[in-house]
């Protein structure tokens, strides 16, 4: 017979052994096999699931997805970046007045800014923080398509509420519609409407999806120059900063238009 305090003491170290082998299972080890507890039921877990595997998208803490809650310009633009493979950059001059260095997205804004796929809601600002509208993650995503904006329809409206789309938006939205990358929510397009995170990754997957855009998309680009532009630094100090960098061409030449309009040549021989 084994002694009572025995048997206590191999319950106990059974229940030890259970738990820790719980606690070591990898994330993906849950009953379900999704990445997040919370998009069994959205329509968008499929593209969800393929975009993070790719490390495209991360959720939102403590497996939570949150598919239905809005994202912020910040955010889509964050999403398009890695989507295409847009490297963050964290350049001297800030885009917009209300992209500061300190936000953690100014490293994300900014390339995407240069590139013109980020676009303002003016010349100078960006509203990061604001809700991205549908029609505005149109604009973006053809910018980043390189899509030739489509003509507006002379015949009957794609959309009921086409009315309601903004002139310079609508091309793009035309656009995408034809690609079948972004459509309209029935007979509607609800331009003004916020972009949830369900929709977004909806969107990001058709661009995987289509044939041939994931292959350029992952595809090494070809070498080109890449110049640099010197800025409020020393010849030494900019080299150390090029060396740390892709940039693969230093030319120390400046030129400036005085008063006089008389070019002058600024030039280091060093």
């Not at 955010?75 to 992209?99: C, H, K, N, Y």
């Not at 994300?108 to 923080?129: D, I, M």
Request: aromatic fraction near 8%.
């Amino acid at each position: 017979m084994i002694p009572t305090s025995s048997v206590g003491r191999t319950l106990v170290s059974t229940a030890l052994l259970i738990a820790i082998l719980l606690c070591t299972q990898p994330v993906w080890a849950d009953k379900s096999g999704l990445p997040f507890n919370d998009i069994s039921r959205s329509y968008a877990k499929d593209a969800i699931v393929r975009l993070s595997k790719l490390n495209l998208i991360d959720g939102t803490g403590n497996r939570r997805f949150e598919p239905t809650k809005a994202i912020t310009r910040a955010e889509f633009i964050t999403m398009m970046d890695r989507l295409f493979g847009i490297e963050p950059v964290t350049s001297a001059i800030p885009s917009f007045s209300d992209v500061s260095k300190k936000d953690w997205f100014y490293r994300w804004v900014q390339p995407s800014a240069q590139l013109g796929v980020a676009r303002g809601t003016s010349s100078s600002k960006f509203e990061p923080n604001r809700n991205v509208t549908r029609q505005d993650a149109a604009v973006m995503l053809a910018a980043a398509l390189k899509q030739q904006a489509a003509a507006a329809a002379t015949g009957k409206p794609v959309y009921q509420d086409q009315s309601q789309i903004s002139s310079t938006a609508l091309p793009s939205v035309l656009q995408l519609q034809k690609l079948a990358v972004m459509q309209g929510d029935g007979t509607k397009f609800r331009p003004a409407a916020a972009i949830t995170r369900q929709e977004a990754a909806v969107f990001m997957d058709r661009v995987l999806q289509h044939q041939g855009w994931a292959d350029q998309i992952r595809s090494s680009p070809a070498s080109r120059i890449q110049l640099g532009w010197q800025y409020a630094s020393t010849t030494a100090q900019y080299e150390q900063q090029i060396l740390q960098s892709n940039v693969n061409t230093l030319s120390p030449r400046w030129f400036y238009l005085d008063k006089s309009e008389t070019v002058k040549s600024t030039v280091d021989p060093a």
